[in-house]
Nanobody, 118 residues
């Protein structure tokens, strides 16, 4: 059974910073992609950033140059450093794991709230 546990959310003023963490437990295949997604009230869940087991990253245009995704494979943990936060970054942030290649299994964390006040 794979579980993802997120932490690090909270309330911050515009321009501030937060760091989110997500730790995966269980059987984690060496080939995987982990990432952060977010969902604001009334909106669809959207990709924020992803990182492969080899360290390749992708970012949503809206967060590029402000957010940085990283990972520690020894701890099965990913991080999202969020700088220059804006009110529009307010959302529930979810961690996702795409475990393996063929077959691939997808897991989600329970989410952590990030609120940015203006």
């Amino acid at each position: 059974q794979v579980q993802l546990v997120e932490s690090g959310g909270g309330l911050v003023q515009a321009g501030g910073s937060l760091r989110l963490s997500c730790t995966a437990s269980g059987v984690i295949v060496s080939i995987n992609v982990m990432g952060w997604y977010r969902q604001a009230p009334g909106k669809q869940r959207e990709l924020v950033a992803t990182i492969t087991n080899t360290g390749s990253t992708t970012y949503a245009h809206s967060v590029k140059d402000r957010f940085t995704i990283s990972r520690d494979n020894t701890k099965n943990t990913i991080y999202l450093q969020m700088n220059g936060l804006k009110p529009e970054d307010t959302a529930v942030y979810y961690c996702k794991l795409d475990n393996g290649a063929r077959p691939q299994f997808t897991y989600w964390g329970q989410g952590t709230q990030v609120t940015v006040s203006s």
